[in-house]
């Protein structure tokens, strides 16, 4: 791949289409899992319950799913992240920092041959990288928080929040604060009257000691609303997979993002595929980036989520 490609946010369809596989055992689990409160309402008086079909049922599911939960994460990729705040990184004075998307280049290629990096990456692999660009430091932070909004990195994450501030900064030093007039109504200390606090000191334990009694309850009882609690986070959990799919679904190029996948080869060969092809120009004097680096398994998955 030779040209940078404006990156899609999508769901990674291939890479978690194992999730699929386990939608048998999940709705059996659910449908258990929401007769629990019913099974345990009749279990006064009983010595002892046979256990529910969901544990003999679910065990090739659970197998298939830890299974694809290593593989998808036994492969993790070697990170770098380059932004304009970092030490001998940017340019500018004080807290005005800078970095144009060739001199970000540059930098992302050198640490591929950075003989003094023990970290460094090496043998024959891939490399995935992604710029995001900006103007402005409103720009550059929006830009970064809709990555990292998905793929929080940490280096990105206090990118965005100082971006954020210096924006602010910007906007907020030319404001003269108002004062209001003197004296003000406020209401009345009554924490801090001395009978107040010895009474409220002495209550509190009577108080607790009778909360006590109020909350004591059954253990069937507390059986029934823990089955309700965990019937209802699992139908929570569900719902906010597929926000995040509906929400993915159907997106726009991003232009502020842009995306390059090079290899295989060792780190000169990277390097070279890297610089090579028409990249973003100077015009974009905000600009931070990542390099991923490992084996085309161990990429898919950002791979697929950057839409290349």
Known sequence: MTTWAPVTMQWPEQATHWMGELSAAKDLAGGELASTAQRLAGLDGMTSTNPGPVGAAAESAIAAGRAALAGQMGEVPACLTVTPFQSGVGQGRGQQRFLSAP???QQLASKLVDAGDAGRPTGPQYALS?????TRYDQFAETLARFNALLPIPDLVRTERRARNLSRLETEKWV???????PRWQTLPLERC???KAAKQSMSGQLAVLESYAADSSPMGELVALASRKAAQQVGRDQQLNDLKALLAGGNADTSMRARIVGPGDSSELRRLLLEGEAPGHEWVLSAGVLLVGSQQGLSFVRELVGL
């Open 194 to 196: 001395t009978l107040v």
């Open 176 to 182: 003269i604060p108002t004062a209001g007039p003197l």
């Open 103 to 105: 001199n970000l280049l």
């Open 130 to 134: 992604l710029m995001f660009l900006g």
